[in-house]
């Protein structure tokens, strides 16, 4: 009886169950009753439809499940752009996952060369939008498909193939090449917590180079490379960008595309069943996945022991290797972003001559003779409104994020053996299996009105009406990046090992003396990692805010999306750089002045 | 309950009966004073009748939308209120409009909000059911009816024609909406590829075999407008003129196949045999075919895109005049006051100003009055070279048919393409 008593107790004055009670309310409050809402709602007669089905809206009805499953248009609507969104996830998170592992060995085991300059080349690709690589590979690949002015290599007199140019073999290219950065980050970290005494310890019982990599390196970065598949795989399934540039003209659609266009025309119900099947899929991927790896998923490294590492001596292929890196950067990271800042500066799109060069979209006055008589976009008046709200939103988001990440992943890190550790985990993962559109539609639904309840007489807001504030904007940036943040947490607690913390509790500190005096100045480079890592996501988000923003919060992004949607390319390309360079110049400071480096942020 | 349902039945059937008809009586009473509200000049009717008016009408009597009141007078006003104007559009010309605008009423602040159509629709929808009142004007195209029977006739959209404007404007465009200028999708080329004319003048050259894989045109799948011209095809009376222009294309008359109700989904079915290349971006066509000199590529896209010709696109062309049957549906541009909008005089005098105010020529329709463009008021005066609308051939066009076949003709054109 005194055992149950004294365990209440412990529970409800633990600081690790309050923080549990907290965080869980939040969850379930922004995560799980807006899914609940937009679950319900493929259940329910939608405005468009009392018209066709004759039932008013909001009863009861299976016509969404019906038409998206077992109906004449299933296999179009559903099937096939099902199908096709699993190859190309499939290829491209092969290729990222390939080309990720690769580079993290190279850079995080090997001896090889000018370490520094490649780490942050590397993950250049990532810091362009994806929508953006795409118009790059149109900028150079472009035919005569869908006439119009021809990429760089139809100019050169090169004609370029459909399949090339366009489709299933584009997207995969390009999605591979703007997601291998996950795989790289994720297990360079684990790479890099490898203490290399393990393999050299099969060194010295006889084992080859590549019975080592085989049976001591890969078993130990399995997780992280798992990890990896699940984060590109779900992401590649629910981009809409790159296979809306690249496979509508040949008719190749995804799902992805089938969601947004659903959402677009209004058939917002269909558009979250179809949601719904995405996040069914993912989760089932994310299950498998852990049935895989188990529990234990990373291993403390950062001890009161030092570790060593000692580099692997690539030999005489240290400079073909080096060789091929610097051609890879070559033509998938600096050329398409030289082409897609050349082409900012052309007068004519695909005339690539110099005599054609011009600053008109930079800084040219309004000529009604060139793009509609848009300005340049440092003339356009607005441009330093975007710019001052795109940085206020994702500074103030990353900031919050990555706070409420290093708390959810102390959480997550020293409750992996309880079920609530593992519990919060799961729901900070939500957010990512949701597409964005959707989502956006979620909390713009949810957040529109205020609701109150009477409770004993007293009038309770269960949702205040955030609509058109700051607050929902940041509050939705948050949500839908948990799990990048937590994700950077979890990895920064993990890295602690517990045995700091033990120490310090037998000297009798506290809770939040043992946070402030040994976790965070021991995860403040994880910290800033966490926070780039969020920073970048957040700052190309779109498609996430376009429903929810007023006309006063509009953003980088979606100054260059209006341009491209009136085919104003090298507005919007010379839009897109602007927001390449403000991520690339807050990287460099931060790793420069707060030694942050993203790859240790998972 | 029953009774209630019951109830329900009844308000649905006045208000079916009253859309299927077309019917211009406005202050129809109902059981609980819930009527369908609107069009021009029911303010007259609403002091002659001894009906319950509904909220949203009462608020437009009191807000003055009936009123035909000076600038000078709601630029006071207006002022009194905040001075600014917050408008929803699918249009980036408005933000050309701002600065003009605010030249002319100094104090006045025009936000514009750039978004597109469908998301306009959701936004619009989402924030007034919610009570949120933060825009006064949208401004967008009416294709299928969606707007005159999902918003003007409830009162969530309010028309505003005062007389000084909207006088002379035809009973056709102004009966629904108040529209602001119309707008067609024409079949562009490039003229300096075929410089002997339009390449094409029938639907149904288009499915003949030169012209495979030549075709571009906008998905209708993306597109609400696309949809609409393709869902008239289908309607028996069009598909009629779709049969008996096929017989004067090909020289024979139409076979339908098993899965081709009518002609004109017989061309839906047989286009998408062909190897047509689809966008989702509306501009993309026309920059498909006018960018450079030569392109052998025809395609379907908004006309106004013709002011691009003297512009950014030398060798963009389009024949207007001769295509047959028709070369579409008009889609009418419209203006409209929110119920409950924050700023109602604001919002009334940027609507005078951007109609081009007394004489239909301001400055504020400038940059709408295009090549391409129809504008509705007939004291304005068109680009040089324009064409009058009537020579344009035009499908006729039924709300009620389109928004009760728009889901089958989507599927239809889904399960081939």
């Known amino acids: ?602 | 309950m029953k009774n209630k349902r019951g109830i329900c039945v009844a308000i649905a059937c006045v208000l079916l009966l009253l859309s299927a008809t077309g019917c211009k009586k406005v202050q129809e009473p109902t059981v609980q004073g819930k009527s369908p509200t609107g069009p021009s000049g029911s303010a007259t009717m609403v002091a002659s009748e001894v009906v319950q008016v509904s909220p949203e009408e009462q608020w437009a009597i009191d807000n003055g939308l009936y009123l035909d009141e000076s600038p000078e007078e709601l630029y006071q006003k207006a002022l009194a209120e905040g001075g600014k104007v917050v408008i929803y559009t699918a249009s980036s010309r408005h933000a050309k409009v701002k600065a003009d605008f605010e030249a002319a009423y100094p104090g006045m602040e025009l936000i514009a909000y750039n978004i597109q159509t469908g998301e306009l629709i959701e936004k619009l929808r989402t924030e007034y059911e919610a009570g949120i009142r933060v825009v006064d004007i949208v401004q967008s195209k009416e294709v299928s009816g969606e707007y005159t029977i999902d918003f003007f006739r409830p009162g969530i959209l309010h028309n505003y024609q005062p007389e000084s404007i909207y006088g002379n404007v035809a009973e056709e465009f102004k009966r629904n909406v108040s529209p602001f200028f119309v707008e067609l999708s024409t079949w562009f080329y490039n003229d300096d590829a075929y410089p002997n004319g339009a390449p094409i003048n029938s639907w149904w050259d288009l499915i003949k075999p030169e012209w495979n894989g030549k075709v571009i045109f906008q998905d209708p799948l993306s597109s609400p407008s696309y949809l609409t011209l393709i869902t008239t095809m289908t309607r028996p009376d069009v598909a009629e003129k779709m049969a008996e222009n096929y017989k004067k294309v090909f020289g024979k008359e139409i076979v339908l196949d098993k899965d081709e109700p009518n002609a004109g989904y017989a061309w839906i079915n047989r286009f998408l045999k062909t190897d047509y290349t689809l966008t989702s971006v509306a501009d993309e066509t026309v920059k498909a075919i006018g960018t450079v000199a030569g392109t052998a590529q025809v395609g379907y896209s908004a006309s106004s895109k013709l002011r691009e010709k003297a512009l950014s696109m030398p060798y963009i062309q389009s024949d207007l005049e001769h295509f047959a049957p028709a070369l579409g549906v008009y889609g009418l541009n419209f203006v409209s006051i929110v119920n409950e909008a924050p700023h109602p005089n604001g919002a009334k005098l940027y609507l005078q100003y951007v109609m081009g105010g007394a004489d239909g020529n301001g400055a504020g329709f400038k940059p709408f009055n295009t090549f391409g463009a129809f504008p509705v008021r007939p004291e304005t005066i068109p680009p040089k070279g324009s064409i009058d609308l009537s020579a344009v051939p035009l499908f006729e066009i039924d709300y009620e048919y389109n928004l009760n076949s728009m889901n089958d003709v989507h599927d239809y054109w889904l399960i081939r393409r």
Not at chain 1, 119 to 138: G, K, N
Not at chain 1, 245 to 252: H, P
Not at chain 1, 432 to 449: C, D, T
């Open chain 1, 1 to 602: 009886m005194n055992r149950i008593k004294n365990k209440i107790i412990n529970l409800v004055s633990s600081p690790y169950s309050i923080m549990v009670i907290i965080l869980t309310v939040f969850l379930v409050y922004l995560i799980v009753i807006p899914l609940f809402g937009m679950i319900t709602t493929t259940f329910e007669v939608g405005k468009n439809e009392v018209r066709s089905l004759g039932k008013p809206a909001g009863s009861f009805t299976l016509y969404y499940w019906m038409r998206l499953f077992a109906s004449t248009v299933s296999k179009k609507m559903f099937y096939i752009p099902f199908l096709n969104s699993l190859t190309v996830a499939i290829s491209a998170s092969v290729i990222a996952i390939v080309l990720g592992c690769l580079f993290a060995w190279l850079m995080v085991r090997t001896n090889i060369p000018y370490k520094k300059f490649f780490s942050i080349a590397l993950l250049i690709p990532y810091m362009v939008p994806s929508w953006s690589l795409s118009l790059s590979w149109l900028a150079i690949f472009k035919n005569q498909r869908i006439g119009g002015a021809k990429g760089f290599l139809g100019y050169l007199g090169l004609a370029t193939p459909d399949w090339l140019a366009y489709g299933p073999l584009a997207i995969i290219i390009v999605l591979g090449i703007h997601y291998y950065a996950y795989a790289y980050l994720l297990v360079s970290a684990s790479l890099q917590s490898i203490n290399s005494e393990l393999e050299e310890m099969g060194q010295i019982i006889g084992a080859s180079k590549g019975k080592i990599l085989r049976k001591v390196t890969f078993p130990l970065v399995m997780p992280a490379i798992l990890s990896s598949v699940i984060l590109t795989f779900t992401k590649c399934m629910g981009t809409f960008g790159v296979p809306a540039f690249l496979g509508t003209k040949v008719k190749y659609y995804t799902i992805s595309t089938t969601l947004y266009s659903s959402m677009k025309t209004g058939q917002r119900s269909i558009g979250f069943a179809v949601a719904c099947t995405l996040i069914v899929f993912a989760s089932i991927t994310v299950f498998i996945n852990q049935k895989i790896i188990g529990q234990r998923k990373s291993y403390a490294t950062i001890g009161g022991k030092g570790g060593r590492s000692t580099l692997i001596d690539l030999g005489k292929s240290r400079t073909l290797i080096t060789a091929l890196i610097i051609l890879f950067l070559f033509l998938f990271v600096v050329f398409p972003i030289v082409v897609m800042a050349y082409e900012t500066f052309l007068l004519r799109p695909g005339d690539f001559s110099f005599e054609n060069l011009t600053l008109q979209h930079w800084v040219g006055r309004s000529d009604l003779r060139i793009n509609s008589g848009e300005p340049g976009i440092l003339q356009n008046p607005q441009f330093l409104k975007y710019v001052w709200n795109t940085l206020r939103l994702t500074f103030v988001t990353a900031l919050i994020g990555t706070i409420l990440g290093q708390v959810i992943g102390y959480i997550v890190a020293r409750g992996r053996q309880h079920l609530s550790g593992r519990f919060v985990e799961q729901l900070v993962f939500m957010p990512y299996l949701i597409p964005s559109i959707a989502f956006g539609a979620m909390y713009l639904a949810l957040f529109a009105k205020s609701r109150t309840v009477t409770l004993l007489g007293y009038e309770i807001t269960l949702i205040p009406s955030l609509y058109g504030t700051f607050a929902l904007l940041v509050l939705i940036s948050i949500v839908k990046h948990l799990p990048f943040a937590s994700r950077a947490g979890t990895a920064n607690m993990l890295q602690i090992s517990y045995d700091l913390e033990e120490a310090a509790h037998i000297c009798g500190a506290g809770v939040f003396k043992r946070f402030t005096k040994i976790l965070l100045p021991l995860s403040k480079g994880g910290f800033w990692s966490g926070f780039m890592l969020i920073f970048i996501s957040i700052i190309k988000e779109l498609d996430l805010l376009i429903l929810l923003m007023t006309p006063a919060q509009q953003t980088l992004p979606y100054m260059a999306y209006s341009f491209s949607m009136e085919s104003l390319d090298q507005l919007s390309n010379a839009v897109a750089l602007v927001l390449f360079l403000i991520i690339f110049l807050t990287y460099w400071i931060a790793s420069k002045f707060a030694k942050a480096d993203i790859s240790k942020g998972f």
